[in-house]
């Protein structure tokens, strides 16, 4: 997964949060008509652009859209550490956490009311598997303050924006799970790893527990988006033509409107939102270029 687009009210607020709680750098910046285009990251990975777009209306939770954009990061004091940052802004908001077994995770919404997954892997050896085949997940208490206090650290917490991060999946808001495997499973190529709820749907490549999860808990029967703030883009990256090449065979083969643009392809999903395939090597300036 590569950097999620958020369409956002006000640039400068929302900018400041993620540089504040989540420890992010602006990497580069560009005007583009009245929109600007922000990317911040990490150790210069990018992992969010933010497009500045002041005119378009808040984005109503029971719409199709984002659900949360979900931080990876590589230990469990570089987590810890984020953990503590954005628990003491106070433009965000803290929602809660989990033990799912493949993963520890706390959740915030950013001012805008995007959400926000903090995470940290466990390792795949201990992953565990249903009969189905299915990897198993479910949610466990896990106490916020306990955590801190056992993986906390001062080195962590002073590196900041030098530790490494990137986005591990984008849980999204959809109408339904019948149309949404249809697109991002049979059109767009990911396997899935949980199909087995009603309500929602996690699907992966290469064997992780999810890098795309779908759900109709706040959003069942919503209907194509409208032009709001919220999410622009969700990106993936593909390991190379080949796959491109693949994908463009399954959409036109479902007849489904899409844009070659030959290291990228774009297409919309049933619900209106934009994702993004392209091969590794995308750049900033590519990426503000979009």
Same mark, same amino acid.
């Given at each position: ?15 400041? !949060? !993620? ?6 750098? /602006? ?10 285009? *922000? ?17 378009? /209306? ?35 908001? !803290? ?8 993963? %520890?995770?706390? !959740?915030?919404?950013? &001012? ?9 892997? *466990? ?37 900041? &924006? ?35 709820? &009603? ?41 190379? *033509?080949? %796959? ?9 083969? *479902? ?5 070659? %643009? ?29």
């Amino acid at each position: 997964m590569d950097a999620v687009t958020l369409r956002v009210g006000d640039l400068a607020l929302m900018s400041s !949060y !993620y540089e504040n709680a989540l420890a992010l750098v /602006p990497l580069e910046e560009r005007s583009r008509g009245t929109e600007v285009h *922000r990317v911040l990251g990490r150790n210069g990975v990018p992992m969010v652009r933010l497009v500045g777009t002041p005119n378009l /209306p808040r984005w109503n939770q029971r719409d199709a859209g984002l659900f949360h954009t979900a931080f990876l990061f590589e230990d469990k004091a570089s987590l810890s550490a984020t953990l503590a940052r954005a628990a003491q802004d106070p433009r965000g908001t !803290y929602v809660g956490s989990g033990d799912h077994l493949v993963s %520890e995770a706390f !959740y915030f919404t950013d &001012p805008e009311g995007n959400g926000i997954e903090l995470y940290v892997d *466990r390792p795949r050896s201990q992953w565990t598997y249903n009969a189905a085949g299915e990897v198993e997940m479910t949610t466990l208490f896990l106490d916020p303050n306990a955590y801190l206090q056992d993986h906390l650290t001062e080195a962590a917490l002073t590196a900041g &924006p030098a530790l490494a991060g990137k986005i591990g999946h984008v849980h999204l808001q959809v109408g339904d799970i019948p149309t949404a495997r249809a697109f991002y499973v049979d059109a767009l190529g990911f396997e899935t790893t949980v199909g087995s709820h &009603p309500s929602a749907l996690f699907a992966s490549a290469g064997g992780y527990h999810h890098h795309v999860a779908m759900n109709t808990w706040n959003s069942a029967g919503a209907g194509p988006r409208a032009a709001t703030l919220g999410l622009g883009d969700v990106a993936i990256t593909v390991p190379q *033509r080949e %796959e491109l090449d693949a994908l463009v065979a399954r959409l036109r083969a *479902r007849g489904i409107p899409f844009a070659d %643009e030959g290291q990228r392809v774009v297409v919309t999903d049933p619900w209106g939102t934009q994702v993004s395939l392209a091969v590794p090597g995308t750049t900033t300036e590519e990426l503000l270029a979009r």
